[in-house]
């Protein structure tokens, strides 16, 4: 067990639809780090927050945003879902920059 | 459990056997690297990692290999088991400028 709670483990949902995906860091984790992985990708960093303040963005689109809240758990709001946003969504944290990253269990995004 | 990377690399090898999965980094000032292993419908496992002043570094059956020179990074498991099957990730960081960046991972499967 690494520690990260990601809640759900799975989501349905229609096109055009908007969901949050929510994450609780391991204790002590200051940093919280978004990750999507489908087949064809790989895993892809979205962005990262450090104690509540964005830190790092990587290839996320504008119809994603994220925030980290005062207790250092992190939601991921995916809006205006289309089928290619199926994928798994991984939360991860860290102690500090350049630290191993605990990844959760994920959570499973189908758009139909 | 869930299929990660239908397409990936795959290694084969006999219970028992050592197994070498290979990674090849692209970002010259990447200073840090990690080894993941992910199991079907699990998030990414931290491994071990090494830092570039480094070029050699073991832990528990595992040896991680740094070659900085031509931009290599090796994953050694003596006497694979069963429960190494898995994928297996590589990922790099350039201290302070960018968060991991993963590669596209090698499926391990053991043969008993």
């Known amino acids: 067990d690494s520690g990260v709670t990601q809640t759900p483990k799975h989501l349905i949902t229609a096109t055009g639809q908007r969901v949050t995906l929510r994450c609780s860091p391991r204790s002590g984790d200051l940093s919280v780090y978004w990750y999507q992985q489908s087949l064809d990708q790989g895993l892809q960093f979205l962005i990262q927050?450090?104690?509540?303040?964005?830190?790092a963005k990587g290839n996320i689109l504008e119809r994603f945003s994220a925030q980290q809240f005062p207790d250092l758990h992190s939601e991921l709001n995916l809006s205006s879902l289309e089928l290619g946003d199926s994928a798994l969504y991984f939360c991860?944290?860290?102690?500090?920059?350049?630290?191993?990253?605990?990844f959760g269990n994920g959570t499973r995004l189908t758009v139909t | 459990g869930e299929s990660v990377g239908l397409h990936l690399p795959t290694l084969s090898v006999q219970e028992g056997d050592n197994s070498i999965i290979n990674c090849a980094y692209s970002n010259s000032a990447s200073d840090y690297f990690i080894w993941y292993k992910q199991e079907s419908g699990k998030g990414p496992q931290f491994i071990i990692d090494?830092?570039?002043?480094?070029d050699k570094r073991q832990g528990q059956r595992v040896t991680v290999l740094l070659n900085k020179t031509v931009k290599h990074l090796s994953l050694q498991i003596a006497a694979t088991q069963p429960g190494d099957s898995a994928v297996y990730f590589c990922?790099?960081?350039?201290?302070?400028?960018?968060?991991?960046?993963f590669g596209k991972g090698t499926r391990l499967s053991v043969i008993a």
């Open positions: 927050y450090y104690n509540g303040e964005e830190r």
């Open positions: 990922a790099e960081s350039d201290s302070g400028n960018t968060p991991l960046v």
């Open positions: 991860a944290s860290s102690e500090q920059y350049n630290s191993p990253l605990h």
């Open positions: 090494i830092r570039s002043n480094m």
